[in-house]
């Protein structure tokens, strides 16, 4: 069937690391200000043994629902450390500190020429895993990229997180695809397995990241390159889209 759809995930696809252990540092380091401004008084080093896997726990039952997953772990390890804080704080706190973070990944060279020219005759969607939705509608209009997606799938949006195959259901859905019509494009086996459990294509984009790219760890050690289990297409640059489907 000819491919009408190309789907995208957004870190470490359209989006490229950067050096990702300064990310991690700058990240705690802006955590652990804000945090002694609210009384803290832990020192960096304990305070970054606390934040160990901080993404890598399970994802918290909500205490308030107006708050993100991101904010809700913010909340948890707050509540743990015995610091009392307003909603208001908590999100003033996520937005910054993954603003401090943000500024180590940048917008792929090739990503507004490749999305504007696919445009022209494909229906795009993004489907990502992230916690803390607003900071990606942020990323999408400041980078200018919102206005190319028919369908924006954030899965703390949504609940279901990849390598769920439903997180592409309301992606399908809004752009009236066929799953064998679309491809999906990412960067993880988790991408490539949510897709193939859909019935989309998978392609994997291959780029060598530095450091850890998905949580901070108090050990970060870089990312090796991993062999994939599943035999996918691959594409080292976004521009080879381009030349497949246009």
């Not at 789907?7 to 540092?25: E, I, K, P, Q, R």
């Not at 998978?202 to 780029?207: E, G, T, V, Y």
Request: net charge negative; proline share 3%; glycine share 4%.
């Amino acid at each position: 069937m000819t491919i009408n759809g190309i789907f995208f995930d957004l870190y470490g696809t359209l989006l490229v690391y950067g050096n990702m252990d300064a990310a991690w540092s700058d990240w705690l380091n802006a955590f652990h200000k804000h945090l002694r401004l609210q009384g803290l008084t832990h020192s960096i080093e304990s305070f970054a043994k606390t934040c160990d896997q901080f993404f890598g726990k399970s994802e918290p039952t909500p205490r308030q629902h107006n708050l993100t997953v991101f904010e809700q772990r913010i909340q948890n390890l707050c509540s743990d450390l015995h610091l009392n804080l307003t909603s208001e704080d908590i999100t003033e706190i996520a937005n910054k500190i993954a603003s401090v973070w943000q500024r180590h990944i940048s917008l792929d060279s090739e990503a507004l020429h490749v999305l504007r020219t696919l445009h022209c005759s494909k229906k795009l969607a993004l489907i990502s895993n992230f916690d803390h939705p607003p900071h990606v509608h942020s990323v999408l209009s400041k980078s200018g990229l919102t206005h190319f997606f028919d369908s924006v799938v954030i899965s703390a949006e949504v609940g279901i997180k990849k390598p769920d195959p439903r997180i592409f259901d309301s992606a399908l859905e809004q752009t009236r695809m066929k799953p064998e019509e679309v491809v999906y494009v990412g960067d993880t086996e988790d991408d490539t397995e949510a897709a193939r459990a859909a019935g989309i294509i998978p392609i994997l984009i291959q780029r060598k990241n530095e450091g850890n790219a998905f949580d901070f760890s108090v050990n970060k050690n870089s990312l090796a390159e991993k062999e994939f289990t599943l035999d996918v297409r691959t594409i080292t640059k976004l521009s080879e889209l381009t030349t497949q489907f246009v």
